[in-house]
């Protein structure tokens, strides 16, 4: 079936780092890939999408490019802030199925 | 901006059982989820639904039923709760399987 895999569970980074969280993806055709933050206490929110190979999604200054050939969409952000500090979700939305399958997940902590 | 509630917020229930989680959205969306997060699991779909009385297994449906009576309203349904079924549930509505918007989450403990 449809599967993501996040092979990061904890990134630590300093203030004006440079990101990257790595996202790859097992679907068959062309699926509809995301990017969610999550803050403590609170639900998923959506970051941006990507939903053809070599669209390159974006917002506050992190960005993805949907990669068909290696089947990635990884995350990368220039300069962190400590605000950014939140578990970062990939996710792909099945064309088969009507499922949102999401990664496990990795927690993004920077340090002042 | 999309408005999904879920409750109650957090629940303490004793194993054998039967646990309730409601979700209600005001955002007229055809599809809604149900997740559950573990630690080192991220969210795993549970059900999800698009579409009043109909209900689909997602990846994770053993041990829990689904209730879509309306467009509004999906249910989340454990019949004989375990300790294992201990964790954070989320549920989400969207107007297509894309851009998804979640509740707050209701944390379930099983003792």
């Known amino acids: 079936g449809d599967s993501v895999t996040q092979t990061e569970g904890q990134v630590a980074l300093s203030e004006e780092d440079f990101l990257t969280i790595h996202c790859n993806y097992s679907a068959s055709g062309y699926p509809a890939l995301f990017w969610y933050v999550q803050y403590p206490g609170e639900g998923p929110q959506f970051l941006f999408r990507?939903?053809?190979?070599?669209e390159k999604g974006s917002s506050r200054g992190f960005e993805a490019t949907y990669d068909k050939g290696t089947t990635s969409f990884h995350l990368r952000k220039a300069s962190v802030q400590e605000s950014d500090s939140a578990v970062y979700y990939c996710?792909?939305?099945?064309?088969?199925?009507?499922?949102?399958?999401f990664g496990t997940g990795t927690r993004l902590q920077v340090l002042p | 901006e999309a408005a999904v509630t879920q409750s109650p917020r957090s629940k303490v229930a004793v194993t054998g059982g039967k646990v309730t989680l409601s979700c209600h959205q005001t955002n007229n969306h055809d599809y809604m989820y149900w997740y559950r997060q573990d630690t080192g699991h991220g969210l795993r779909l549970i059900h999800y639904?698009?579409?009043?009385?109909?209900?689909e297994k997602g990846d994770i449906p053993d041990g829990y039923k689904a209730s879509r009576p309306s467009q509004e309203n999906f249910s989340l349904i454990l019949e004989l709760a375990s300790l294992s079924q201990t964790a954070v549930y989320f549920c989400?509505?969207?107007?297509?399987?894309?851009?998804?918007?979640f509740g707050h989450g209701t944390k379930l403990s099983v003792l």
């Open positions: 639904s698009y579409v009043a009385d109909s209900t």
């Open positions: 990507a939903s053809r190979d070599k």
């Open positions: 989400a509505s969207s107007r297509d399987n894309e851009r998804l918007f």
């Open positions: 996710a792909l939305g099945s064309s088969n199925t009507n499922k949102v399958v």
